[in-house]
């Protein structure tokens, strides 16, 4: 069970742009590689080969949509879809879009872990009780986003939520799922963290031998 991050460029120059001393698009990289997701997928259009030049030495598939298509949903799983069904044990992939670089990497585990634990449900991450990005969306779903071509990403989601898809929303107390780049790194409010397990509560090691214990009236071990 492998989930991707399939992020979004509409605008190579601004994914180039820095973010708290590095290109923005190298931030949202490190974050999803960090974080467990792979492969790392840039749907993004041609240009003159800065982007390529900037992601050369990462763990980064760049992918090309049809041309004639506008950006929107439509055009982001069109140029995501070739590079994951070349990685036959992909189930999922987070819908990125670049400008949420501030993403912290402990997000990006929390979300693959919710997966595992539920693999036919959208995820969706929150902070302070605002949904945000990245979303994770299981490949099942990927046929009726591309269907989406008027709407883009969150709305297409939303979409299928509305159609009886099943969905979780966590609270990570990640701020950059839903601040963009259009907050400074340093004006963000602090890192909270999820405040309990998303793949479901841990496991009560030894709870069958405490109860046989307390029948037995012997210290468990």
């Known amino acids: 069970m ?75 799983v069109a140029g995501g879809r070739e590079a994951l ?7 999922a992939g987070l819908l990125w879009p670049f400008r949420y670089a501030w993403v912290d990497p402990e997000t990006v585990t929390s979300l693959v872990e919710a997966h595992g634990a539920t693999p036919e449900a959208i995820v969706r991450p929150a902070y302070s009780g605002q949904a945000g990005f990245p979303i994770l969306v299981p490949v099942s779903f990927l046929d009726r986003l591309a269907a989406r071509t008027g709407l883009h990403g969150e709305e297409a989601v939303a979409a299928l939520i509305a159609e009886g ?4 929303v966590l609270e990570l107390g990640d701020p950059g799922i839903v601040f963009d780049l259009t907050t400074p790194r340093a004006d963000l409010p602090g890192y909270q963290g999820p405040p309990e397990p998303t793949g479901g509560p841990p496991p009560e090691w030894n709870s069958a031998l405490a109860a046989q214990a307390q029948h037995s009236g012997e210290p468990a071990r």
């Open 2 to 76: 492998t989930v991707a991050a399939i992020v979004l460029v509409p605008d190579a120059a601004a994914a180039l742009g820095e973010a708290d001393g590095e290109p923005a698009i190298r931030r949202v990289a490190h974050a999803a590689w960090s974080g467990g997701a792979m492969p790392i997928v840039l749907v993004a259009p041609h240009d003159d080969g800065r982007l390529a030049g900037a992601v050369t030495d990462s763990p980064i598939t760049l992918a090309r949509p049809a041309a004639g298509l506008q950006p929107g949903i439509a055009w982001f």
């Open 85 to 91: 069904h070349a990685v036959a044990e992909t189930t």
């Open 165 to 168: 898809a099943p969905v979780r």
